[in-house]
Protein backbone atom coordinates (compact mmCIF):
# COMPACT_ATOMS: atom_id res chain seq x y z
CA UNK A 1 0.00 0.00 0.00
CA UNK A 2 1.56 3.32 -1.14
CA UNK A 3 0.14 6.37 0.21
CA UNK A 4 1.49 10.49 0.42
CA UNK A 5 1.86 12.08 3.45
CA UNK A 6 2.68 15.89 3.90
CA UNK A 7 3.59 17.84 6.96
CA UNK A 8 4.20 21.42 7.70
CA UNK A 9 1.36 23.35 7.04
CA UNK A 10 0.39 26.44 9.19
CA UNK A 11 -0.79 29.78 9.84
CA UNK A 12 1.67 32.63 8.82
CA UNK A 13 1.94 36.29 8.98
CA UNK A 14 2.44 37.83 4.77
CA UNK A 15 5.78 38.34 4.11
CA UNK A 16 6.89 34.88 6.53
CA UNK A 17 8.16 31.83 4.98
CA UNK A 18 6.96 27.82 5.50
CA UNK A 19 8.54 24.76 4.48
CA UNK A 20 6.24 21.70 2.92
CA UNK A 21 7.14 18.00 3.06
CA UNK A 22 6.04 14.79 1.39
CA UNK A 23 6.34 11.69 2.07
CA UNK A 24 5.91 8.81 -0.04
CA UNK A 25 6.09 5.55 1.64
CA UNK A 26 5.18 1.58 1.16
CA UNK A 27 5.86 -1.09 -1.11
CA UNK A 28 7.96 1.75 -3.76
CA UNK A 29 9.81 0.55 -6.72
CA UNK A 30 10.05 4.19 -8.40
CA UNK A 31 8.98 7.16 -8.19
CA UNK A 32 8.65 9.49 -11.53
CA UNK A 33 7.63 13.15 -11.49
CA UNK A 34 6.31 14.81 -8.18
CA UNK A 35 4.41 17.83 -7.22
CA UNK A 36 2.53 20.86 -5.39
CA UNK A 37 -1.16 21.21 -5.90
CA UNK A 38 -3.53 23.51 -3.98
CA UNK A 39 -7.48 24.30 -3.59
CA UNK A 40 -8.34 27.71 -2.21
CA UNK A 41 -11.91 28.31 -0.68
CA UNK A 42 -14.36 28.22 -3.81
CA UNK A 43 -11.91 27.85 -6.44
CA UNK A 44 -10.43 25.13 -8.52
CA UNK A 45 -7.58 23.14 -7.67
CA UNK A 46 -4.48 24.73 -9.57
CA UNK A 47 -0.99 23.37 -10.21
CA UNK A 48 1.87 25.07 -8.10
CA UNK A 49 5.01 23.38 -9.06
CA UNK A 50 6.01 19.91 -9.96
CA UNK A 51 10.04 18.22 -10.13
CA UNK A 52 10.66 15.01 -11.89
CA UNK A 53 13.11 12.02 -11.44
CA UNK A 54 16.29 13.93 -12.64
CA UNK A 55 15.46 17.39 -10.78
CA UNK A 56 13.79 19.49 -13.71
CA UNK A 57 11.24 21.91 -12.30
CA UNK A 58 8.51 23.85 -13.53
CA UNK A 59 6.23 26.20 -11.26
CA UNK A 60 3.04 28.18 -12.05
CA UNK A 61 3.47 32.15 -12.96
CA UNK A 62 2.47 33.12 -9.58
CA UNK A 63 5.14 31.57 -7.46
CA UNK A 64 7.83 31.84 -9.48
CA UNK A 65 10.67 33.09 -7.89
CA UNK A 66 8.76 32.45 -4.18
CA UNK A 67 8.64 28.79 -3.89
CA UNK A 68 11.19 26.04 -4.77
CA UNK A 69 10.65 22.38 -5.26
CA UNK A 70 13.20 19.96 -4.23
CA UNK A 71 13.18 16.14 -3.54
CA UNK A 72 15.40 13.46 -1.91
CA UNK A 73 15.18 10.78 -4.01
CA UNK A 74 16.84 8.41 -1.16
CA UNK A 75 13.83 9.35 1.45
CA UNK A 76 10.98 9.60 -1.11
CA UNK A 77 10.30 12.76 -0.16
CA UNK A 78 9.24 16.20 -1.87
CA UNK A 79 9.60 19.53 -0.48
CA UNK A 80 8.41 22.92 -1.45
CA UNK A 81 9.83 25.71 0.59
CA UNK A 82 7.54 29.28 0.06
CA UNK A 83 9.04 32.42 0.99
CA UNK A 84 7.09 35.96 0.52
CA UNK A 85 3.50 34.33 1.62
CA UNK A 86 1.03 36.68 -0.15
CA UNK A 87 -3.03 35.98 1.72
CA UNK A 88 -3.56 34.45 -1.93
CA UNK A 89 -1.62 31.89 -1.02
CA UNK A 90 -4.31 30.93 1.39
CA UNK A 91 -5.51 27.42 0.49
CA UNK A 92 -5.12 23.62 0.90
CA UNK A 93 -1.87 22.18 -0.42
CA UNK A 94 -1.80 18.65 -1.70
CA UNK A 95 1.33 16.76 -2.95
CA UNK A 96 1.11 14.03 -5.62
CA UNK A 97 3.49 11.78 -7.36
CA UNK A 98 3.34 9.31 -10.11
CA UNK A 99 4.61 5.91 -8.61
CA UNK A 100 5.15 2.23 -9.89
CA UNK A 101 4.58 0.16 -6.80
CA UNK A 102 6.69 -3.05 -6.77
CA UNK A 103 3.29 -5.53 -7.29
CA UNK A 104 2.82 -3.25 -10.40
CA UNK A 105 4.43 -2.78 -13.94
CA UNK A 106 2.71 0.48 -14.74
CA UNK A 107 3.01 3.99 -13.10
CA UNK A 108 0.19 5.45 -10.73
CA UNK A 109 -0.81 9.05 -9.56
CA UNK A 110 -0.90 8.82 -5.85
CA UNK A 111 -2.44 12.40 -3.74
CA UNK A 112 -1.53 13.36 -0.35
CA UNK A 113 -4.64 14.52 1.81
CA UNK A 114 -3.68 18.22 1.98
CA UNK A 115 -2.49 20.46 4.55
CA UNK A 116 -3.87 23.28 5.11
CA UNK A 117 -1.61 26.90 4.30
CA UNK A 118 -3.19 30.41 5.68
CA UNK A 119 -1.46 34.08 5.19
CA UNK A 120 -2.82 36.12 7.39
CA UNK A 121 -1.97 38.83 9.71
Known amino acids: QVQLVESGGGLVQPGGSLRLSCAASGSIFRINTMGWYRQAPGKQRELVATITSGGSTNYVDSVKGRFTISRDNAKNTEYLQMNNLKPEDTAVYYC???????????????WGRGTQVTVSS
Open 96 to 110: NADIRARSSSFYRTY
